[in-house]
């Protein structure tokens, strides 16, 4: 058991996915092989203190972990200096080694880049998507961009800011067309996310994706439905079996992505296996374009004549029991232990 390496599980952050994060890290810990892998929790708050949590388990699934009886202050030791984080015992840092970090954050201030960058800096192994591809894949607009360069179609979009003339605004969504979306650029689980079927709901819809980021695109609402690959690195590149999202009205928000209220997912999904196969080369080319690495899930829609078109990429997905990437994992044989253990060999393994 001395031998075990020590990985840090980020969890918590400055995002609206603060309580998704919770859930996802607790289900990793309690997936997570203790005979190979020590966890170390890393809890940050909502207002954005990082702490070493020594608590019960439980308590980050309840959200109460933050307490001055189970967290020290922490931070990461700046320096490449082996991977170090500092325990703040009043006006003295005690080290404490970690072998590697894995990041369960969702959303901005943890799935975007910044955090991968500075765990890079102090020469801390990552687990799961490096700097550049995490920054990329939150950044809507440029990922559309860089995977259309491989040739697989994107939607229709155009980007704004805050305080951008809503006339020309409402020119360039006619140029799209009815029913189109509009996003913020940098945000997930479908936050400030809206579907607009007509130029008099565009304003209040840009207002809802404004609070989430300053840039907004504006999408074409693509026939179809969306279907989802799981792609995980160990012996090459695995892909999991292709899941699909069937919704009974609307779209797959916030909510339903949650609780399934009047949605299903069905892995696999109800599609020819020729077809199957096809997403699954096409989420390859797409992780590949995106320099992805350790794992991902790559969303698609699948159009009413059989047209693939990309979506987003999540460059750390859900990791609840009940989230899609281990379920399409699971239907490939891959059980949730065996994808945490892949991901971090492949980071501290090397």
Same mark, same amino acid.
């Given at each position: 058991?001395?031998?075990?390496?020590?990985?840090?599980?980020?969890?918590?952050?400055?995002?609206?996915?603060? *309580?998704?994060?919770?859930?996802?890290?607790?289900?990793?810990?309690?997936?997570?092989?203790?005979?190979?892998?020590?966890?170390?929790?890393?809890?940050?708050?909502?207002?954005?203190?990082?702490?070493?949590? $020594? $608590?019960?388990?439980?308590?980050?699934?309840?959200?109460?972990?933050?307490?001055?009886? =189970?967290?020290?202050?922490?931070?990461?030791? @700046?320096?490449?200096?082996?991977? #170090?984080?500092?325990?703040?015992?009043?006006?003295?840092?005690?080290?404490?080694?970690?072998?590697?970090?894995?990041?369960?954050?969702?959303?901005?201030?943890?799935?975007?880049?910044?955090?991968?960058?500075?765990?890079?800096?102090? =020469?801390?192994?990552?687990?799961? #998507?490096?700097?550049?591809?995490?920054?990329?894949?939150?950044?809507?607009?440029?990922?559309?961009? %860089?995977?259309?360069?491989?040739?697989?179609?994107?939607? *229709?979009?155009?980007? %704004? +800011?805050?305080?951008?003339?809503?006339?020309?605004? #409402?020119?360039?969504?006619?140029?799209?067309?009815?029913?189109?979306?509009?996003? @913020?650029?940098?945000?997930?689980?479908?936050?400030?996310?809206?579907?607009?079927?007509?130029?008099?709901? %565009?304003?209040?819809?840009?207002?809802?994706?404004?609070?989430? =980021?300053?840039?907004?695109?504006?999408?074409?609402? !693509?026939?179809?439905?969306?279907?989802? #690959?799981?792609? %995980?690195?160990?012996?090459?590149?695995?892909?999991?079996?292709?899941?699909? !999202?069937?919704?009974?009205?609307?779209?797959?928000?916030?909510?339903?992505?949650?609780?399934?209220?009047?949605?299903?997912?069905?892995?696999?999904?109800?599609?020819?296996?020729?077809?199957?196969?096809?997403?699954?080369?096409?989420?390859?080319? !797409?992780?590949?374009?995106?320099?992805?690495?350790? /794992?991902?899930?790559? =969303?698609?829609?699948?159009?009413?004549?059989? +047209?693939?078109? /990309?979506?987003?990429?999540?460059?750390?997905?859900?990791?609840?029991?009940?989230?899609?990437?281990?379920?399409?994992? *699971?239907?490939?044989?891959?059980?949730?232990?065996?994808?945490?253990?892949?991901?971090?060999?492949?980071?501290?393994?090397?």
């Amino acid at each position: 058991m001395g031998k075990r390496k020590k990985i840090a599980v980020i969890f918590g952050g400055c995002s609206p996915e603060y *309580k998704v994060s919770l859930q996802s890290a607790y289900a990793v810990a309690g997936h997570m092989d203790r005979e190979k892998y020590e966890p170390v929790f890393v809890g940050i708050s909502p207002e954005g203190t990082w702490y070493r949590f $020594g $608590g019960e388990e439980e308590k980050i699934a309840a959200d109460t972990w933050c307490n001055a009886g =189970d967290c020290i202050p922490a931070a990461v030791m @700046p320096g490449r200096s082996g991977g #170090c984080l500092l325990l703040l015992r009043g006006d003295k840092a005690e080290k404490c080694h970690i072998d590697g970090a894995f990041p369960v954050l969702h959303g901005k201030n943890g799935e975007d880049g910044t955090v991968q960058g500075m765990l890079e800096l102090a =020469d801390i192994p990552v687990v799961g #998507c490096g700097t550049l591809s995490s920054a990329l894949c939150m950044d809507k607009d440029r990922a559309h961009k %860089l995977v259309s360069l491989e040739g697989i179609r994107v939607p *229709k979009s155009f980007v %704004l +800011e805050k305080g951008a003339d809503m006339g020309e605004v #409402c020119a360039k969504a006619e140029e799209i067309g009815y029913p189109l979306f509009v996003k @913020p650029v940098k945000a997930g689980s479908s936050f400030g996310v809206t579907k607009v079927y007509g130029a008099e709901e %565009l304003p209040a819809a840009v207002e809802a994706a404004a609070a989430y =980021d300053r840039k907004i695109i504006v999408e074409e609402g !693509i026939s179809g439905f969306e279907v989802g #690959c799981a792609l %995980l690195e160990n012996n090459g590149l695995t892909v999991g079996e292709v899941d699909e !999202i069937e919704l009974a009205d609307g779209f797959f928000d916030f909510e339903e992505k949650y609780t399934l209220r009047t949605s299903a997912i069905h892995v696999p999904a109800r599609i020819a296996s020729e077809k199957a196969e096809e997403i699954k080369r096409t989420a390859r080319i !797409i992780y590949k374009a995106l320099d992805c690495s350790g /794992f991902a899930r790559v =969303d698609m829609f699948l159009t009413d004549s059989g +047209e693939i078109v /990309f979506n987003e990429v999540n460059t750390i997905p859900g990791f609840t029991a009940h989230s899609r990437f281990p379920n399409m994992m *699971k239907a490939a044989g891959i059980s949730f232990g065996q994808i945490l253990s892949d991901a971090i060999e492949k980071a501290v393994g090397r």
